[in-house]
């Protein structure tokens, strides 16, 4: 069976912290880069951080140096800290494979999407 389950979001204030965990089927999660996406209101949505499955990391320049991207291959999780949170963050976030993806943002993920967790950044 097919699942992503992601949880973790919430209300904070900016400059606040928060932790993101994503629960994956293995069918998704062992042989795929894993890849957290974000969708704010009335935006596409794009990838903020990836992680293959030999743990090298990518992360955009939007969230570089506030974010951190792990995953853990025995429990088939893969987690975001997000830190130093700005008004901007606010978002669904979603995990999913990312089956292709480029510097530039475009990116192809795989077929099935979770129901995201809400991040809203205000004060």
């Known amino acids: 069976q097919v699942q992503l389950v992601e949880s973790g979001g919430g209300l904070v204030q900016p400059g606040g912290s928060l932790n993101l965990s994503c629960a994956a089927s293995?069918?998704?999660?062992?042989?795929?880069?894993m890849g957290w996406y974000r969708q704010a209101p009335g935006k596409q949505r794009e990838l903020v951080a990836i992680i293959t499955t030999a743990g090298a990391t990518y992360y955009w320049d939007s969230v570089k140096g506030r974010f951190t991207i792990s995953r853990d291959n025995a429990k088939n999780t893969v987690s975001l800290e997000m830190n130093s949170l700005k008004r901007e963050d606010t978002a669904v976030y979603y995990c999913n494979s990312v089956l292709h993806w480029s510097s530039s943002g475009s990116y192809k993920a795989g077929d099935y999407w979770g129901q995201g967790t809400q991040v809203t950044v205000s004060s």
């Open positions: 293995g069918t998704i999660f062992r042989f795929n880069t």
